[in-house]
């Protein structure tokens, strides 16, 4: 049998090795044959789509009731988990090495294992880009995992609840900011800051889902503090706008709301130092900041550029062709963040959004078709239909383009918030049929009704 490796199950590579494991599984359709071996590897046992790790982060959404357990999947749609890092790969003898597995206590639970391929595909997405500045990966705080998120959540509940009762966590030694700006609030600040580093999607997000979470901590009790006045969010672009990959009249339009949120921006401001309590600007400004999350970019995870001579570009992205085959090897495939996929009539590559990881998931179930049939393999073609962004229980804004109305709209408000929404359901579509997507909105719906609308410890 043809042997299928999907390596990342992020949104596009999950979605992609569901839809291979039913397509050529031993089931009715196949008359019990099974037409090709499927497998999936992944260095977390669960998956979660990761768009969602702002409200993780906010307390907003609880990730346990959210995660799929990969095991669960492969077993219910015909495909094989693999649990590991991908460390090594022979293109020579087509097969991929993956690490150990630790358990929580640092112990092996699988030792280092050899798997061999006939197609491989690369789907491991991005990691956060600190871009070299001082004390970034040290004092701030990412949002890549679910773990990531957690952690966060729970020091910004902790920091509340220290601001309410004037207990001071300790800091390690630091060279002295601006008088009053670090650790400490002074008459007319805000007992306790937030700031975020990076003005795209997941900064602005993030912003919103923290208003909303500072103002249901103080309805439950957990601190008396003034959610608007007592707990600043400060949100720092280095562009002249936020939101800067999308158009002006929706950044405009976003940075008006969040203005009416009470959230400060400071667009035009390169973070050149982060450092326990505080944050150090190129143009000589310090910020308070009682929590750092570092938001301003992504970048290739590094294991790609060590992978036996696949050439990367500068941001560490495999090259493939518009076939998403690799430029140096037909048998190996890249789709999402981690690949650097050409767009015909654009200056620019295929952008890192989750609608791309969908479209070429899609894209390469029928390319492996062809493949199969030895045919001639399709050209992928990236179709751009908008871009939303949530600002929680307030709003959203955004526009739809190209298919979806004929043209360019900006939308906000109650229809914008909906569609951002739907945007999840159907992940939620792709991964189990729509049927079971009806029923596992219903069942979060009721579940919410007993529960408070941010996650309180």
Known sequence: MHRFIVIGGGAGGLELATRLGDRYAPHKKNKGVAKAQVTLVDRYPTHIWKPLLHEVAAGSMDPFTHQLEYAAQARWHGFEFQQGDLTGLDRANRHITLGSVLDDDGAELMPERVLEYDTLVIAIGSTTAFFGV??????????????????????????????????????????EPAAGMAG????????????IVG???????????????????????LHKLDPRHDVGIVLIEAGPRILPALQERVSTATAELLTKLSVKLMTGETVAEVAPGFIRTASGKTVRADLTVWAAGIKAPPILSQLDGLPVNRLGQLEVRRTLQTTVDDNIFALGDC?????????????????????QASFLVKTFDA?????????????????????????????LMGGVIGGNMLIEGLFARFMYMSLYRLHIAALHGYARMVLDTFAHWLRRTTLPRVKLH
């Not at 400490?184 to 700031?195: H, L, M, W, Y």
């Not at 003005?199 to 009790?221: D, K, M």
């Not at 690949?339 to 990881?357: D, I, K, L, S, T």
């Open 134 to 175: 001082k004390g970034a990966p040290e004092f701030s705080l990412a949002l890549d995992t679910v773990s990531q998120a957690e952690r966060f959540r729970k020091r910004l509940i902790a920091a509340c609840i220290r601001a309410e009762h004037h207990v001071h966590e300790p800091v390690e030694a630091t060279p």
């Open 184 to 195: 400490t609030a002074v008459s007319g600040e805000p007992c306790i800051q937030v700031a």
């Open 199 to 221: 003005g795209g999607a997941t900064g602005v997000e993030l912003s919103a889902e923290l208003r909303n979470t500072a103002q249901v901590l103080s309805a439950y009790g």
């Open 339 to 359: 690949a650097a996929c050409p767009w015909p009539g654009n200056e620019r590559n295929v952008p890192p959004r989750a609608q791309a990881g969908h479209q």
């Open 371 to 399: 493949l199969l049939a030895t045919r001639t393999l399709p050209e992928f073609t990236y179709r751009d239909f908008g871009s939303l962004v949530s600002l929680g229980h307030f709003s959203a804004v955004g526009n």
